[in-house]
Structures are given as C-alpha cells and as structure tokens.
C-alpha cells in the first residue's frame, strides 16, 4: 500500500455559530501513527469526519500526496474509515462484509472473496469467514472491521475511537494489533481517541486537542515531558501546574519531595492517598495552588505515613520543572 503525507490547511468547520474546528494546520507525513487526543467536543471527531468526506469543511483544504481531496466523495480520496461502532451488516457473512466495497465497484465474485480472504488472513480471521456478526467478540468484530476498511488499499486509514467498545484487557491486545498492522502496512493510521495511555502506547505522533483547536503536536515523549499548557499538562496527567512568581511551571508528580523539615517551598495539607501499584499518590492542597500529587513508592511512604489533614510540605529540582508558555 502506498504511503502519502497528509496536510490540513486552515481547516475549519462551522455548525451553524457553533466553531467545531478551528482553522488547524498540520502535516503528517506519510506512514506515520497519529493519534488525535483530547476531551469530548473539542473537534477531533469533527476532523476526522471532514478527512474522511463525512462532512464538508466550512473553509480551508485536505491535501492527500499534494491532491486536494477537500471536496471529494469519500470513496475517491484514498482514505477509508473505521467507525467506533463497527458497522457490520448484521445478513452478511464476515468474508461478503469485508468485500462488500468491491462488489459495490462490480468486482466478480471469485475475485473479490479471494482478497477478502487476504485481508482476514491479515487480521488473522480466517477461521472465521462464513461466521455471521453476530456470532463474534468484540475484538473479532473489530479486526473484522478493520479488513474491510483495508481492502480499499487506502493511504491513510481513519479509525474512530476504535477501542472504546472493548473490556479494558482486549482493548491492551487489540492495541498492539493496532501498531502491528500499521508497522506491517505501512500506511498512514490517524486514530481519535480520548484516552491518554492509548494514545501514549501507540502513536508517533500525538496532536493534542482543545475548544476547537491544536493546543500542542509532537512526539509523544516530547509531549508528555515538556507540555507547552496547563491544558496539555493537566490533560496528559501526571503533572502538577504550579504557580511561581515568574510564571506557572508544570512538574511531574514523580518529581515531586516531600518534605517535613518545615524548608520546603510550599506547605499545605493532605487532602488524600491512593495506592497505585507499588506507588502511592498523595494529593494535597497549597495555598493559593491547584491541588498538587506526589506519587511516592510504597517504602517511602510506610516510612512516614501521611493521611487526610496532616500537614505536608512539598519540594523539587529546577531541573525538573518545566515552564509553561500559557
């Protein structure tokens, strides 16, 4: 499958007064797993609609290999998309659902049920061809519908929150499909999702965004290391916006000190503890501060237990700390 850049050019999408997107700019070269990240309503979905030809952008262009594929049909742009509930058609058998496209384009029988089967090989389903929807797990429904968005031989594939409908331990699995597909195809996976450790696990690429906008785009340990917002930070989580006289500063909850020797600089008290694995989370509250977490490990913390009330004083390197541009 051929690879492609994509490039959104000023893209903005209007819904009466309402801005769903708002005059974004990006290029994703091509073969790349992006993952567009962040709350419901702040125009991801909305996006990756206009990418697909779902909806008609309001003003600006999709560029697919330098074409300008704004206005086409969907089936003419090189993109195929995935939808978050699946799609199947229930009468259909799981090979007639994954060639369905290509009996649309007139493709004999014999043909188009050969690179079905190529697809479900691919997704290994196989075993499961003359299966009806019905009589599948989620996670086979998935790979299901991801056989037959690829049998169009897109350049970019769009996947619409494509794990949000499976139990969280099928949802880690189908992940490392996800990643194994692409690597193996090689094409472009841009992939709505709201859910950071996915987001994290999986993409090349994370565009962040926020009200309508791209609030911060990079790579994801780029992102997540040094986030440009309080929004980025606070939405990634593991970070903490704190207030300085030149300017808030975000520092990782990990990087975080207690302190009792009454030097730390700032002060306040426990408001909760989570146990997190081997880690334990200490909220707390500072004066004048959002509240602030230090995530210690449990050793430390049984040393010198901390509960809701008792006051707390937190420290940390500057070396750690990163200042915010807003």
């Known amino acids: 499958m051929q690879t492609a850049d994509l490039e959104l050019v000023n893209l903005t999408k209007r819904y009466g007064e309402t801005v769903a997107v708002d005059r974004i700019d990006r290029r994703i070269p091509g073969g790349t797993y992006v993952c567009l990240l962040g709350p419901s309503g702040c125009g991801k979905s909305s996006t990756l609609r206009m990418i697909a030809g779902h909806e008609i952008a309001s003003e600006g262009a999709i560029l697919l290999d330098k074409r300008d594929v704004t206005y086409l049909a969907p089936a003419k742009r090189g993109t195929a998309m995935m939808f978050q509930n699946y799609a199947l058609f229930p009468h259909l058998s799981v090979v007639d659902n994954v060639a369905f496209s290509l009996k649309m384009k007139g493709v004999a029988q014999d ?24 009589q599948l797990s989620g996670g086979q429904q998935q790979r299901v519908a991801l056989a037959r968005a690829l049998i169009t031989r897109p350049q970019v ?3 619409d929150e494509p794990l949000s409908a499976l139990d969280p331990f099928l949802r880690v699995r189908m992940r490392a499909e996800l990643r194994r597909l692409q690597r193996e ?17 999986l993409a090349d690429e994370i565009i ?26 606070r939405f990634l989580g593991g970070h903490n916006v704190i207030t300085q006289p030149g300017g808030d500063i975000t520092v ?15 002060s ?59």
């Open 268 to 326: 306040g008290q426990v408001t909760g503890v989570e146990f997190q694995g081997m880690h334990v989370a200490i909220s707390a509250q500072m004066p004048g501060q959002s509240d602030i977490t230090a995530l210690v490990p449990e050793a430390r913390y049984f040393a010198a237990p901390k509960q809701p009330g008792d006051a707390i004083g937190i420290d940390w390197d500057d070396a750690s700390a990163h200042r915010l541009d807003a």
């Open 185 to 201: 195809l090689g094409i472009t996976f841009l992939h709505v999702t709201h859910g950071q450790d996915e987001a994290l696990a």
């Open 208 to 233: 962040v965004m926020n009200a309508a906008r791209i609030e911060q785009a990079g790579p994801p340990r780029d992102v997540y290391n040094a986030p440009r917002t309080a929004f980025v930070a």
């Open 157 to 159: 594939l769009l996947l």
């Open 111 to 134: 043909a188009r049920r050969s690179q079905a089967g190529e697809m479900l090989e691919l997704v290994d389903m196989t075993a499961f061809a003359d299966r009806m929807p019905a």
């Open 252 to 266: 990782r909850s990990d990087e975080i000190r207690l302190d009792d020797s009454g030097a730390a600089r700032l």
